[in-house]
């Protein structure tokens, strides 16, 4: 799978443009691709009406509820022994273990079957953890700190494989997921940060190649684009489930199905079972695909139920 370019997102450009919707200028309900912003980044949103059905429930909001991932139940257990890394930053022989072990710097993965568990990882650059290639990787109960406001990040992971009960803040992305299979399960995504003039925010990022993914049992903190986005830039998007999360913050849409891109169709969609609070332009922004909606319970924008820990099982 070809590297995973930047993106911009302004969200004063949508605004203006929402302005002149309301004003009644001779305009459609989409949004085309914007320019670049700068070389390395290129625009791989618009924005598109919210599909029109009715929710199937929307109850009062800002409760907690138990059995979401938050700072409590995700990351480096409490009371975990920690020593300082001294291994080598691009991992080569397959089947390494890293336990238990603070990582300064970005950590590159080659070697498939690699397990990262119980680790702190502090970053500056581009990736906290970079498995671009790799196969069947774990990343399981870690910290990944990116440099936020301090530094231009890109995401926490850049992985495919079992992405579990992860504590992942301060970078631009939280989690973007390679082609393949992928299990994204029980992971906190939260303070999304980066210095970039027109960041494209977005919590766990699947953009092509991918068949069969799980994404279960997640909180996603959002803001300015997306929770969770799904768009086949890069290859055809097949049997992803998205079920039982918890989807709130200020995005622009809590979630994102866009097939508009030449990678190939997106089929064999489920949002199932999710709490969704309400993005500034809606719940969903889905084109060219027709992904299967149930269970779901939706929140008015504000009104997002807060993760309250304890232990995170499937709905």
């Known amino acids: 799978m070809p590297s995973i370019p930047r993106k911009t997102y302004s969200e004063k450009f949508f605004f ?8 009644g200028a001779a305009r459609g ?5 914007l320019p670049m912003a700068k070389p390395e980044r290129r625009q791989v949103l618009a924005i598109s009406e919210p ?11 800002n409760t907690m509820l138990t059995g979401y991932p938050n700072a409590s139940n995700t990351g480096v257990p409490a009371g975990t022994a920690l020593t300082e890394y001294t291994g080598p930053m691009t991992i080569t022989k397959a089947g390494t273990v890293i336990e238990g072990k603070i990582i300064n710097g970005s950590l590159r993965v080659t070697a498939p079957d690699v397990v990262i568990k119980n680790c702190v990882v502090k970053y500056d650059g581009w990736w906290g953890i970079d498995a671009d290639g790799a196969k069947n990787v774990t990343i399981q109960n870690c910290d990944i700190i990116g440099p936020g406001k301090s530094g231009d990040s890109n995401a926490g992971i850049l992985a495919s494989g079992n992405i579990i009960g992860n504590d992942i803040s301060n970078s631009e992305n939280g989690i973007v997921l ?5 299990t994204v399960k029980g992971n906190y995504i939260h ?5 970039a003039e027109d960041p494209h925010y977005d919590g766990i990022s699947v953009q ?4 069969g993914v799980l994404i279960e049992n997640n909180t996603v903190v959002g803001r300015d684009t997306s929770d969770i986005f799904i768009k086949n830039d890069f290859g055809p998007i097949s049997n992803v489930i998205v079920n039982n999360n918890l989807l709130i913050g200020e995005p622009g849409y809590a979630l994102y199905v866009d097939a508009r891109a030449s990678g190939g169709p997106i089929t064999g969609v489920s ?3 999710n709490h969704v609070e309400k993005g500034f332009y809606g719940y969903y922004s889905i084109d060219k695909s027709s992904p299967v909606l149930s269970g779901n319970v939706e929140y008015a924008n504000g009104q997002g139920p807060l993760p309250g820990g304890g232990t995170v099982t499937p709905n």
């Open 16 to 23: 203006c443009v929402l302005v002149l919707l309301l004003a």
């Open 29 to 33: 309900p989409t949004v085309g691709d």
């Open 51 to 61: 599909i029109a059905r009715t929710p199937d429930t929307q109850p009062e909001g």
């Open 178 to 182: 390679l082609g393949g299979s992928s």
């Open 191 to 195: 303070d999304l940060l980066d210095s």
């Open 208 to 211: 092509g190649g991918q068949n």
């Open 271 to 273: 949002i199932t079972n």
